[in-house]
């Protein structure tokens, strides 16, 4: 018996445990699958003993795997613990709320009040596609966006909590030919071009929710512009464009444009709050307690009569 196991080859252990499945386990822990079978034989090899047993069709824990795996657990949370403690007030805890002024904002503004000594620091960038592989290269903690748009391989080292059902609309400029109407529907839309984040990487799961919403109703997608990041480059870029933008009801009001509700159907974006799956630290644990308070003080997830809503992931 080895006197010291590497915490990453009990970490490889444990993921292949909870998944039985050794393609979904590397791609939660962001590995090669070559890389990460390599760790399972080289604990195998030092524990004397085989943890799981392969066949073509399955994988299982073995007798002496099980056995492992709630020891491998404590070790595992206890070291998640110890690097929580140990980073003190030195590393705060860093949530990206995409856009100042909508819901991230109040679910970290009420966090700060449920968790006053853990430090909640805000920064503002652009879609849950780029968020997600700053989480799982440990650049960031956590995030809002449209979860069921991200890639399988994103979503598999991921957890989230539905916070809202958020009405979109649709953001024109003051002078456009619908800018007068108090809300609209896709068919009118009909023939125009919208903006959804087309050809930013970052966005790709705004991008593949405008597509879900436009299907069939004659609506173009716009082609990529240049990547703004902040409100006055946002907006230079789209006034420059005289580009229709997809966005949500609590966008921030703009000079010179309006923001229109969309309706009959009111289309509905799942906002989720996301973090590293297995991650616990009590900010994350204030997040999810405020997301939860402010979901069922404002009914944010109570769907509206006439919706539509993009099919959910059951992750």
């Not at 990206?96 to 006053?116: I, K």
């Not at 649709?170 to 125009?192: K, M, Q, Y």
Request: proline share 7%; aromatic share 6%; charged share 25%.
């Amino acid at each position: 018996m080895p006197r010291d196991i590497e915490p990453r080859l009990l970490r490889a252990f444990a993921a292949v445990a909870d998944e039985l499945h050794f393609t979904r386990a590397a791609a939660r822990l962001y590995l090669a699958q070559q890389a990460l079978s390599r760790d399972i034989r080289r604990l195998e090899r030092e524990l004397g003993t085989d943890l799981f047993v392969r066949t073509t069709r399955q994988v299982t824990l073995t007798a002496d795997g099980e056995r492992l795996l709630p020891y491998a657990l404590r070790v595992l949370g206890a070291q998640d613990e110890l690097l929580a403690a140990s980073a003190g007030e030195a590393a705060a805890l860093l949530v990206d709320l995409n856009t100042e002024g909508m819901v991230g904002g109040r679910v970290l503004a009420r966090a700060r009040e449920l968790a006053p000594g853990r430090e909640l620091m805000a920064r503002f960038a652009s879609g849950l596609t780029g968020a997600s592989a700053d989480i799982a290269a440990g650049r960031l903690d956590a995030s809002f966006g449209y979860f069921e748009g991200l890639d399988p391989a994103l979503r598999a080292g991921l957890s989230r909590q539905l916070v809202r059902y958020e009405p979109l609309a649709v953001l024109l400029p003051s002078g456009h030919r619908l800018a007068a109407r108090e809300a609209l529907t896709l068919g009118d839309l009909a023939g125009e071009v919208v903006y959804a984040g087309h050809g930013n990487p970052l966005t790709r799961e705004w991008t593949d929710l405008a597509r879900q919403l436009f299907a069939g109703h004659a609506i173009e997608i716009a082609p990529p512009a240049p990547m703004a990041v902040g409100r006055t480059e946002f907006q230079r870029v789209m006034t420059r464009n005289r580009s229709l933008v997809l966005a949500v009801v609590d966008f921030p009001e703009m000079p010179d444009t309006v923001l229109r509700p969309l309706v009959a159907p009111v289309p509905l974006a799942p906002l989720s709050l996301v973090w590293r799956k297995g991650r616990k630290d009590p900010g994350i644990e204030a997040m999810r307690a405020a997301a939860k308070e402010l979901t069922d003080e404002e009914h944010w997830l109570e769907r509206i009569p006439d919706s539509w809503i993009p099919p959910l992931s059951p992750h």
